[in-house]
Structures are given as C-alpha cells and as structure tokens.
C-alpha cells in the first residue's frame, strides 16, 4: 500500500486531459517482464529494464524494484559500502525504512514515501541498508532504485545528496479523479516536483482505482516507460494488457493512456505505475559495475581512482545495518 495518499482526491489540482484532436497519443512500443534476483546482501530486486534497448531508456541506465516483501526478525537486509561514479542514484520508498549514508556527507533515513536522490557525479562511496529496529522486528520493506545517466559535462561535477521527503511530493489527480499522481521530478501538466536534475526528466507514482482510465500530457521530446508495481490494466490507445512486474516502452507522441482493469487482485487493490520519461542523452557508454562513463578509459581511471582511495572512505562512525 502506498504510503502518500489523500483523504478527498477531489480536492487535489487535475491534470487536464489533452485535447485528442490536437495530440497524438503514444503507442505502445513493447512491453516486457522484469526477472528477478537479489542484490547486496541478498534482498529480492526486479530488474525492470533487462531485455530493452538501451537507446530505448536513454537517459534511463537501471531500475531496481526492491520487494515488495515481508521480512521476519533477523531477516532484512542491505548493501555494503561501495563506490559510484558517473550517474545518479535515486531510492523511492514506497513502504519500510531505509538508511543511506556516503563519504560525502549526505545521508539519512527514508520510509514511507520518501526519496533520496544522490549524485555520485566525480566519485564518492555510500551504503544502503535497513535500520536495526526493523532487522530486529521484520516488517514490510518495498521501494525501487533508478539509476539516471549524467551528460558527459557533468560526470565528474561535485557530488550532492538531496533529501525528498514524502510531504514534499507534489500531488495532483487525473482528470476524472480516478487516478492519484505523486510527482518526484519534473513537469506534469504544470505541476513541478520537488527533485532537482541534471538530465531533463519526469518521475510519477501514480495509483489509478479499478476501472478507471486517465490520459495526461507527455512532452513530446522525452521517452516514456511505464512500470507496474502492482495490480493489473492496460497501457496505450490500443489497450495493451499490463501487469504487476512489467514494463511498457512507448512510441513517439504528445500524451500517455493508461487504465485500470475493473477488478484487481485481493492484495492489490489498484494499479500502481511509475511513470519515466527523459531528454535522451545520445551519448556513448562504459558501463562497468558501479561506473557509468563514455569511455573505456575513464571506466580505467574510476577503477585506479576508487582503489587509490580518491572516491573518499568509510566514515569513522558509519551506520550499521545491525
């Protein structure tokens, strides 16, 4: 369950319904199942984008989904301290408690509707894990984390952390009110979210109830992917089916149409979605690990960096996930 949402929807600004005759609505390019796997220390990760074109998701790298699961006490788990470079890290929480800390000197706890949005940028070490209160209880831990690409003239800028906290999330609803819409990043119909980016992009959690549909404005220069975290619907003007661990890839055009089947599974009481779209970056790639830069070379010089100790260190009172 979604921890941002509202009592009375209808109190909430809308985002208008495009004009059809004036704006092509997108098509539904492919849609795609996430497999699974576990990442750091073992916790259960979707990989949303595996099998889709990378020039397809440009600015876009990775995306993780992360449960949704209930842990037992002694169960949850974290990463261990490691490097980045080159990209940003942003972790959404949808549900559960998350620590973040780095050698940069951002970080903090996150639950329940909160992001944190690092810039690894030129380098810097960080660690992810749960807080002992909940490794000692259990509880339900459900969130994902989007890697975003830096252009090549801000891959070795100063790093930066930003603190997004759940009341911050600017919400709207759909046109009809069927569809609630927590904006992250970006512009939505007019409406700007409290992330701030170095790659033009939008980010929406949206919940959208059972039967009901919503078309909203998409700039036209931005790609555009959506990722069903739960529940089941269609995607697209044709009604391309959707469901829980899928994503869909969309064509060219000025709006997306997405909507909820009318009758949803017992544990998923509507269709969540998160909506991505950004300025393509059509810049070549080295990928290795945790470094994301153009060329092989720099992917070298990460490497010597990180192992000569100029990424930064373990901070001498870092948190422990135990």
């Known amino acids: 369950m979604p921890a941002v949402t509202v009592d009375d929807i209808t109190v909430l600004p809308r985002i208008k319904t495009p004009d059809v005759g004036l704006v092509m609505g997108r098509t539904v390019h492919s849609v795609t199942t996430a497999p699974s796997g576990f990442e750091g220390e073992g916790f259960p990760v979707r990989r949303t984008f595996a099998g889709v074109d ?10 993780d989904q992360m449960g949704e699961v209930e842990y037992a006490p002694g169960e ?41 949005w690092m810039t690894a940028g030129s380098g810097l070490l960080h660690i992810e894990a749960p807080p002992e209160k909940l490794v000692m209880s259990g509880g339900l831990f459900h969130g994902l984390q989007l890697w975003v690409n830096l252009p090549r003239v801000a891959k ?36 700007v979210g409290p992330g701030s980016t170095h790659t033009p992009m939008t980010m929406v959690h949206a919940t959208i109830s059972p ?33 829980h661990g899928q994503l869909a890839v969309f064509n ?36 290795m690990g945790p470094f994301v830069m153009n060329t092989q070379q720099e992917l070298r010089q990460a490497v010597d960096d990180f192992q000569s100790g100029r990424m930064g260190h373990v901070p001498r009172h870092p948190h422990s996930p135990r």
């Not at 990378?54 to 995306?63: E, G, K, N, S, V």
């Not at 997405?258 to 080295?286: K, S």
């Open 252 to 287: 060219q055009g000025g709006s997306l149409t997405i909507a909820a089947d009318g009758t949803q599974d017992g544990h998923t009481p509507a269709l969540d979605v998160i909506l991505l779209g950004g300025l393509p970056l059509r810049e070549p790639i080295a990928w």
């Open 211 to 243: 039967g009901a549909s919503m078309t909203i404005p998409w700039r036209r220069d931005f790609n555009a992917l959506a990722y069903a975290l739960s529940g089941r619907g269609t995607v697209g003007a044709e009604k391309r089916p959707i469901r």
């Open 76 to 116: 949850a788990k974290g990463t261990s301290w490691h490097p980045h470079r080159g990209f940003e890290t942003v972790t959404y929480i949808i549900d559960g408690t998350f620590i973040h800390q780095d050698s940069h000197g951002g970080g903090g706890e996150i639950s329940n509707g909160d992001t944190q």
């Open 156 to 191: 070795m800028s100063a790093p930066r952390y930003q603190d997004l906290r759940a009341s911050g999330v600017v919400l709207a609803s759909s046109d009809d009110g069927g569809a609630l819409l927590r904006i992250i990043a970006g512009d939505l119909g007019g409406h």
């Open 54 to 63: 990378a020039a397809l998701i440009d600015p876009f790298i990775m995306m």
